[in-house]
């Protein structure tokens, strides 16, 4: 992946909201809880203080992670005349007869149970430069092997 993080145009929305909200809304949120921990006296044992603190702590950890992940993330085009799947809604059929369908995305997006599978996942391993009709074998992480038809892929 060099570095970088693959997003969809969706995917970037995100972070970058998440990010205006913790600059915005919750950084200045801990900073007045702060003061008011603070105005009680004795830090040593207050607990509000420490606990003020820690989520301090964790907004600024997580403002770093999302400044890093926007600064180094490279948007996936969906067009037509790649031949990479990744951003694509994809439509398998299992060897069993069950059909689902997925949205290839980068890791960072990834949430099956929103049916979004990571581009590192076995199955997006396998399905990221495939076409419509192909067969595959996949091999799962515990080394069982099953069988899917890519049925549709769409933009």
Same mark, same amino acid.
């Not at 820690?54 to 950890?61: K, L, V, W």
């Not at 495939?130 to 992480?141: H, L, Q, S």
């Given at each position: 992946?060099?570095?970088?993080?693959?997003? =969809?145009?969706?995917?970037?929305?995100?972070?970058? &909201?998440? &990010?205006?909200?913790?600059?915005?809304? +919750?950084?200045?949120?801990?900073?007045e809880a702060l003061k008011e921990a603070r105005a009680q006296g004795d830090l040593s044992e207050?607990?509000?203080?420490?606990?003020?603190? +820690?989520?301090?702590?964790?907004? /600024?950890?997580?403002?770093? /992670?999302?400044?890093?992940?926007?600064k180094n993330s490279d948007v996936i085009e969906i067009?037509?005349?790649? =031949?990479?799947? &990744?951003?694509?809604?994809? =439509?398998? /059929?299992?060897?069993?007869?069950?059909v689902a369908e997925y949205t290839l995305v980068g890791s960072l997006e990834a949430d099956p149970s929103k049916g979004k599978i990571s581009n590192e996942s076995p199955l997006g391993k396998e399905i990221i430069n495939?076409?419509?009709? +192909?067969?595959?074998?996949?091999?799962?992480?515990s080394g069982e092997e099953f069988d899917i038809i890519i049925r549709d892929i769409k933009q």
């Open positions: 992946m060099n570095g970088k993080h693959q997003l =969809t145009i969706e995917g970037l929305k995100k972070c970058k &909201l998440e &990010l205006e909200k913790l600059k915005t809304v +919750d950084r200045p949120r801990i900073v207050n607990a509000e203080y420490d606990a003020a603190r +820690d989520e301090q702590a964790n907004i /600024e950890a997580r403002i770093k /992670e999302l400044e890093n992940i926007i067009n037509k005349k790649t =031949t990479s799947n &990744l951003g694509k809604k994809i =439509t398998v /059929e299992y060897d069993d007869g069950f495939r076409k419509k009709g +192909d067969r595959i074998t996949i091999r799962n992480e």
